[in-house]
């Protein structure tokens, strides 16, 4: 019963607020003129009506004892009578009227959104009346929408191009270098057994960097894909640390370099899929030995708080140049700019080590200064 009353005050509301803003729209010499029409046209319709009530009085013995009730107020009978003709009138002109109303405005409001749809969209709004405002509102996110579908659609097509430019340039080199010793190979253009050796051992090693560029860019549009699930599970960090340092030790030996580990996390568990976690550590420290053999020292330190764990991986070696710093999560980006393979490896590996963390709802970040480059991951424990 209360739900009734208050959908008959809303009702109220809005009949009383459509009456007012098109009083607003009309001129004031159109309502006039139109309580006039109404007016004469209730003088009409009694002119035409009246006669039939007095001979209905006169010849009808049905009515007669109410037309004989009824002609004590005659007076307020005619009265009652012009006014509700003339109030049908009203409404009739009413909803002609509101009618070219909703229509004007609904025109133009069309024009509005074909002029947003051919100039760029600007901050303001479209100006509409009240029964139109949640029409307009959801016409504009329709447009922004549609907007920003197009910039999304221009961006991976863009990705794409870049992608695609990227990966010929990188296959092109080592492809062009196992032709080239391959047709040494094959028109007997070496000296001993020796030179045929190194050959095979030059081919064998493009071959197998073409290898890798190919899995890590398989790797990297997989991880880009945003329908890839994750076999969560909960994970030791300290533990796959340690586990990697021992995995890289002949490295480490080789690069006369020593691995360090500093922890003072109480409770160092994460949950997530252990195989890329270990592929993001495993390409810090790769690179960490790579870049910065000149400091000996590879060193890790691992923090956590209630809710997350802290890595960072830091080594002594070059820095990292101010304005590379910015791009170094970017795919194909390398630092060294001469894209050779000898240099660095296929510029994908930070790419995928954020990937990575991005899926996890983690994140990484670089600091590096003269002296020092440290990379930070920080990951949820539940």
């Not at 009138?89 to 109303?101: N, P």
């Amino acid at each position: 019963m209360k739900e009734s009353f208050k959908q008959s005050g809303e009702w109220d509301i809005k009949l009383k607020n459509n009456l007012m803003n098109l009083l607003k729209f009309l001129p004031k010499w159109k309502i006039i003129m139109y309580i006039l029409i109404s007016l004469f046209l209730a003088v009409v319709t009694g002119v035409i009506l009246l006669p039939v009530i007095w001979y209905l009085e006169d010849n009808s013995r049905f009515f007669e004892s109410l037309f004989f009730i009824l002609s004590y107020f005659r007076e307020l009978i005619f009265l009652v009578f012009y006014v509700f003709t003339t109030g049908i009138y009203l409404l009739l002109l009413y909803q002609f009227e509101r009618k070219r109303y909703l229509t004007f405005h609904l025109n133009k409001m069309t024009e509005d959104v074909q002029m947003l749809v051919k100039v760029e969209r600007t901050t303001g709004d479209i100006s509409v009346q009240p029964e139109f405002q949640v029409l307009a509102e959801e016409i504009q996110k329709i447009i922004a929408s549609s907007e920003e579908a197009i910039n999304e659609v221009k961006k991976a097509e863009q990705l794409k191009n870049e992608l695609v430019t990227s990966v010929a340039h990188d296959l092109r080199s080592p492809l062009t270098s196992i032709i080239g010793y391959l047709d040494l190979i094959n028109d007997d253009r070496y000296c001993n057994e020796v030179e045929l050796r190194h050959y095979f051992q030059v081919i064998h090693d493009k071959a197998s960097s073409l290898h890798t560029l190919i899995n890590d860019i398989f790797e990297y549009t997989y991880m880009q894909n945003q329908q890839v699930k994750l076999r969560k599970e909960s994970i030791n960090i300290e533990e796959m640390l340690n586990q990697l340092a021992v995995q890289s030790r002949m490295q480490l030996e080789e690069a006369g370099m020593e691995y360090r580990l500093y922890s003072s996390a109480t409770d160092p568990i994460v949950v997530g899929e252990g195989g890329k976690l270990a592929r993001v550590f495993e390409n810090l420290i790769q690179n960490a030995i790579r870049y910065g053999s000149e400091g000996k020292y590879i060193d890790i330190m691992l923090r956590d708080t209630e809710k997350t764990v802290e890595i960072e991986i830091a080594n002594y070696g070059q820095a990292i140049p101010r304005l590379d710093l910015p791009h170094i999560f970017e795919r194909f980006y390398r630092v060294e700019k001469s894209r050779s393979q000898f240099t660095g490896g296929s510029g994908l590996g930070l790419a995928i080590a954020k990937s990575i963390i991005d899926l996890h709802d983690g994140h990484i970040e670089v600091m590096s200064t003269p002296g020092r480059t440290a990379f930070t991951i920080k990951l949820f424990k539940r």
